[in-house]
Nanobody, 125 residues
Framework: VQLVESGGGLVQTGGSLRLSCAAS????????MGWFRQAPGKEREFIAA????????YYVDSVKDRFTISRDNAKNTVYLQMRSLKPEDTAVYFC???????????????????WGQGTQVTVSS
C-alpha cells in the first residue's frame, strides 16, 4: 500500500487547512486510518484516527474540537480538517493505515504499520 499526503502549507494562527491522504495498492475499506505528526526535535505523535466503520473517531486532547478526521472509501482517501491552528501545530503530518483489517485496536498508535511521506504544516504567529 502507498499513502500520499497533500494539503499542507503555511497558514497564520487561527487559520485552517485540510489535509488529504490518498491510498493506492489497497482499498482502505475495512481498515482504520490514522494521522500522526512530528515536530522538529520531537517524537512522532498520534493525533487522530477513524474506525473502519467511518463513525468512530479518536483525537488526542490537544487537537480535540479543532481537528476532524473523515474518510471517503469510494475515493480511497482520508482527510484531516484542521481549524483554529496554533503555532504548536507546526509539524510534518503523516497518515497511516492499520496493519490489520477490522482491527479492534484502531485507537492505539501501535496498530498502524504503513506510512506516507508526510506533508509540512507551518503555522505562523
Amino acid at each position: 500500500v502507498q499513502l500520499v499526503e497533500s494539503g499542507g502549507g503555511l497558514v497564520q494562527t487561527g487559520g485552517s487547512l485540510r489535509l488529504s491522504c490518498a491510498a493506492s495498492g489497497r482499498t482502505i475499506g475495512g481498515y482504520a486510518m490514522g494521522w500522526f505528526r512530528q515536530a522538529p526535535g520531537k517524537e512522532r505523535e498520534f493525533i487522530a484516527a477513524i474506525h473502519w466503520n467511518g463513525r468512530n473517531t479518536y483525537y488526542v486532547d490537544s487537537v480535540k474540537d479543532r481537528f476532524t478526521i473523515s474518510r471517503d472509501n469510494a475515493k480511497n482517501t482520508v482527510y484531516l480538517q484542521m481549524r483554529s491552528l496554533k503555532p504548536e501545530d507546526t509539524a510534518v503530518y503523516f497518515c497511516a493505515i492499520d496493519k490489520l483489517a477490522y482491527s479492534g485496536t484502531w485507537a492505539f498508535s501501535g496498530t498502524y504499520g504503513y506510512w506516507g511521506q508526510g506533508t509540512q504544516v507551518t503555522v505562523s504567529s
